[in-house]
């Protein structure tokens, strides 16, 4: 049994243990224990929480999860094994540069939006932030990451920064979803830049939304899931 396994310090609103290895539930999760030590949230992505300021004592962790399917957990690990944890991850976005994006899109040939995605290739990019930086790099999510160009490449590594800074710092203003996004989940919606109606793309588990105008030179990408629909 592993040192995780031993010792649960989470537990479920209301006081019950939290089985992680049962789907997390929909009330939030409390953590009611007194630690300084590092917390790994396991969720669509890897999240770290550094928990370590020795002026402080953390009484409760709370978490809760938005997304239909339910995946996310709280696990209390040392150091050690938090790095054990997230060494497949790739360099983080943020404060990345141009000629190391180039070194991981030059890598294979991956559709853009997918390979902002792969936290094994960047880390700290989810699926609103893909479709802010790609709109904000005038990119479509489709491009194949082979086939960038020197300068698309520059304008790519601009763009992360510039988007994740801007929402960092929203964030940190307590600003919510509305306020933040100028492109993801605004479907229909006048792009900020050149009025045109943002369009979509459905997946099963997670929707792209560009601008036609500043993205594909006018082309509207094709909604396979919604064709099949309309059949």
């Known amino acids: 049994m592993s040192d995780r396994d031993r010792k649960p310090p989470f537990r479920r609103s209301g006081g019950k243990p939290f089985d992680k ?59 050690e094994q938090a790095q054990a944890e ?75 920064n510039e988007e994740l800074a801007r929402g960092l710092e929203l964030r940190e203003r307590g600003a919510g979803d509305d306020a933040t996004y100028r492109v993801h989940n605004k479907l229909g919606q006048p792009c900020h830049v050149c009025a045109t109606p943002i369009a979509q793309v459905d997946f099963e588990e997670h929707t792209i939304y560009y601008c036609p105008q500043c993205q594909t030179g006018g082309r509207v990408l094709k909604d396979r899931r919604l064709s099949r629909l309309l059949r």
């Open 21 to 79: 290895s049962r789907p997390a539930p929909r009330r939030p999760i409390s953590w009611d224990r007194d630690h300084d030590g590092p917390v790994v949230l396991y969720g669509w992505h890897t999240v770290t929480m550094a928990l370590q300021n020795p002026q402080r004592r953390f009484k409760k962790l709370v978490l809760t999860e938005n997304a239909r399917k339910k995946r996310a957990g709280v696990w209390l690990l040392t150091p």
């Open 86 to 160: 997230v060494a497949h991850l790739g360099p983080e976005a943020l404060g990345l540069d141009a000629a190391g994006l180039g070194e991981i899109l030059k890598h294979e040939a991956r559709r853009l939006h997918p390979l902002l995605r792969d936290q094994r290739a960047i880390a700290g990019i989810g699926r609103a932030w893909a479709n802010e930086i790609l709109h904000a790099a005038k990119l479509s999510p489709y491009a194949l990451s082979t086939d960038l160009s020197d300068g698309e490449i520059d304008r790519l590594a601009t763009a992360m």
